[in-house]
């Protein structure tokens, strides 16, 4: 099993960066690639970001390209979403997920954990 845990969402002005983490407990997350989604309301949950274990492949929605960066730390059981630029159409509950698969994946389904989520909110 594995639990992850967001933090880091608030209300930004147009412009503002803000930084999530997702931590995960239980010693296998270095063999996990991660992903980081949204959900906006009254929209299908969408994909944002996607890591590999070690890092070696990253991938990117088109919206965010230039804008997010994701990046991970084996040794602290975390992933980050830095979001730069942020746009009102930022504004979700932004979402880590975990997948045994090591391979970037960017259907939800896919992946086997998921945290509790963390606002994120971008004022015009």
């Known amino acids: 099993q594995v639990q992850l845990v967001e933090s880091g969402g608030g209300l930004v002005q147009t412009g503002g960066s803000l930084r999530l983490s997702c931590v995960a407990s239980?010693?296998?997350?270095?063999?996990?690639?991660m992903g980081w989604f949204r959900q906006a309301p009254e929209k299908e949950r969408e994909f944002v970001a996607a890591i590999t274990w070690n890092a070696g492949r990253i991938d990117y929605v088109d919206s965010v390209k230039g804008r997010f960066t994701i990046s991970r730390d084996n040794a602290k059981n975390t992933v980050y979403l830095q979001m730069n630029s942020l746009k009102p159409e930022d504004t979700a509950v932004y979402y880590c997920?975990?997948?045994?698969?090591?391979?970037?994946?960017?259907?939800?389904?896919?992946?086997?954990?998921w945290g509790q989520g963390t606002q994120v909110t971008v004022s015009s």
């Open positions: 997920a975990a997948t045994r698969l090591d391979t970037i994946l960017k259907n939800a389904w896919l992946y086997n954990y």
């Open positions: 239980g010693r296998t997350f270095s063999t996990y690639a």
